[in-house]
């Protein structure tokens, strides 16, 4: 059972992924705690959204069964797909009925075009403008969605009628845009990663050649100005010779991972390099903290280099989803630890904060800065989260994620394995079954226990984060002394069953800065522990409206406490004794804080979740 990237035996791969079901995570752990959430709440919140908001009253206008007004945007199907994906993995996770799937496959195939077309914002009202505005249209993208439901539709619950209908749609993708077909490409990406895992699961070659041939029309300016310039759907320069991340950010990053897809499997070098630098051009410059992408509401896109205004991030959840799928594809190809890491930080930040904790509302938009005073009323800019959006993108991409999650803790090769993300449960590879027990990301203890051994020489290998300076590692109670190889740990040795392995990886309290050049936040800093970003929030301040004069004595210690909603860090903040002085005035008349209190500092993710109101995660040193 194959999970949401499966490379063929073929392909360019350093590593490669566990079947779907090697890897079980406790429920009684953090991200197994998200998947029974995700379970329990978020994917029957998407269900119900689907009825109410008129997604599967679309389709039903196109076989006759609805007299409805169409409603919602233009790919509003994609919100189905994305739905039926999340079923599907959770099926394959969890088990279950698949009788709804079932039923919406039945539904889909009924409204299918004859020549394999499906969109029901064009299918009734629309006719005459099939295909002809790609730009803004999302049709390839739609079918994109579609297409990857069908996948894990296939692989997750053994449904194959899905899959039918989604190759009629990719074949006439084909005969229309194939080698003899027209030069177009979709202004979203997202149909080349699907085309690629299509031909994964097939094994049919024109979905590949036809991803390839998306990827290498793009950059030749087919798509025309539009209302951003060409950059916007990074349309201005062939992929080979871009050396910048730009444009819309969820676009981007998934014209990316559909490029490593093709690069893979077609093994250019050359193309997944230019992946890899455009890649590090995003995080070197562009991206924030949390790992969130897009500095700009206009066109929901990455801005200059440095240009990360915390208030005004835009920092849309899929594309944190989509970093995090780049990254798993990246770390796939080349083995890279690097890219482990950015998934760690993009799941317990940017993604992990658009949804509350009862799992039914969520951010669009993820600012890492709320001011008192804030009007929260736009779902753009929202003080909370919302259950549903216009736009509702967001909320069934973070359903199909954490269904699949376990998918994306760790990968195996010839006689051994590699554990990238750190959670309580097992995982079962090479005649091996290994116990994880660890509260990670809140305690830096991780023991891994040799539930059944295999047989001769097996090598285990265990991430070292990036902002881990100090990690320990013992076999049985005995300090065994390996530096971390390429951000790993290895240990080979003939195994038994009850051996015990524990890593300890040292997450004091720190206190982070941004690179100078980062204007809007310097002479602040900010609050980590581990792979988890802190924020300052108004319920654990004095609620007398002077949030914003609260400033971070980097002079006192930090310690790590109880609190309501997960462990905090504890420090010292002074308030400026008066503010109420002119907009500007004299450098010599400003006065420091005097005032003090110790006061917790909370995971970034969990923020918005008592009542509305301020919060911060780059805080002014005094």
Known sequence: MEGPAAPTPSALAALRPLPLDAVRLDPGGLLGGWQERNASATLPHCLDQLTAYGNLANLRRVTGDSDEKFAGMWFADTDVYKTLEATAWEIGRSGGSTEWMADIAALLEKAQDADGYLNSYYQVDHRDEQWSDLGFSHEMYTAGHLIQAAVAAARAAGSPQLVTVARRFADLLVRKFGPDGADVIDGHPEVETALVELYRLTGHEPYLALAQRFLTLRGHGLLGEGRFGP??????????????????????????????????????????????????????????????????????????????????????????????????????????????DEMERALYNGIAGSTARDGRSFFYSNPLQLRTGHDGSHEDTPSQRLTWYSCACCPPNLARLMASLQAYAATGFENGLQLHLYAAGTVTAGGFRLGVRTSYPWDERIDITVEEAGKGPFTLALRVPAWCREARLTVNGSLVRAGAQEGYLRITRTWKAG???????????????????VDAVRGSAALTRGPVVYCLEHADLAADGSFEDWELDASSPLSVAE?????????????????????????????PGSESVTAPAIPYFLWANRAPGPMRVWIPLT
């Open 231 to 340: 950059r916007y759907w990074q349309d201005h320069a062939p992929l080979l010779d871009t050396d910048e991340a730009t444009g819309h950010a969820v676009r981007q990053v998934y014209l990316l991972a559909g490029a490593v897809d093709v690069a893979v499997e077609t093994h250019s070098a050359e193309l997944l390099a230019a992946v890899e630098r455009i890649w590090e051009s995003a995080l070197a410059g562009k991206t924030y903290l949390t790992g969130g992408m897009g500095s700009r509401h206009k066109d929901e896109g990455f801005g200059d280099n440095y240009e990360l205004p915390p208030d005004r991030a835009y920092a849309e959840t899929c594309a944190a989803i989509g970093s995090f799928q780049l990254a798993w594809r990246l770390l796939l190809a080349t083995g890279k630890a690097r890219y482990a």
């Open 563 to 591: 609190h309501e909603l997960a462990p905090a860090i504890r420090a010292e903040f002074r308030r400026r004794p008066d503010t109420s002085g002119p907009l500007y005035q004299p450098l010599a008349d400003a006065t």
């Open 499 to 517: 051996d015990v392995v524990t890593l300890v990886l040292a997450m004091p309290p720190r206190l982070v800065t941004a690179h100078p050049r």
